[in-house]
């Protein structure tokens, strides 16, 4: 079992950069893949990265690739989303998501764990 907690959104104006971050319970974090997916009312979730525990990361959506960095700090249980040069349809909840596996999958199915989430609203 893993707890997840996000923190870090807010409220930025495009251009910006946030860092959002990803506290998780348990002494087995290491052993975890972690991801970032975001949601909109009018969307499903969209996986926006993902790192397993030996650092192996996903490819990034073509939505933010080149903007968004995902990294880990295992022996803080934390994994964090470093969000560059935000745009307005950046705006979404952004969701801290764990699985067992090493893989850095890019489905929300494959996901065993989430957090509560953290708003992230980029203004014009």
């Known amino acids: 079992q893993v707890q997840l907690v996000e923190s870090g959104g807010g409220l930025v104006q495009a251009r910006d950069s946030l860092r959002l971050s990803c506290a998780a319970s348990?002494?087995?974090?290491?052993?975890?893949?972690m991801a970032w997916f975001r949601q909109t009312p009018r969307k499903e979730r969209e996986f926006v990265g993902a790192?397993?525990?030996?650092?192996?990361?996903?490819d990034f959506p073509d939505s933010v690739k080149g903007r968004f960095i995902i990294s880990r700090d295992n022996p803080k249980n934390t994994v964090y989303l470093q969000m560059n040069s935000l745009k307005p349809e950046d705006t979404a909840i952004y969701y801290c998501?764990?699985?067992?596996?090493?893989?850095?999958?890019?489905?929300?199915?494959?996901?065993?764990?989430w957090g509560q989430g953290t708003q992230v609203t980029v203004s014009t």
């Open positions: 348990g002494r087995t974090f290491s052993r975890y893949t």
């Open positions: 998501a764990a699985r067992t596996g090493v893989q850095p999958l890019v489905t929300a199915l494959d996901y065993d764990y």
């Open positions: 790192i397993s525990w030996t650092g192996l990361s996903a």
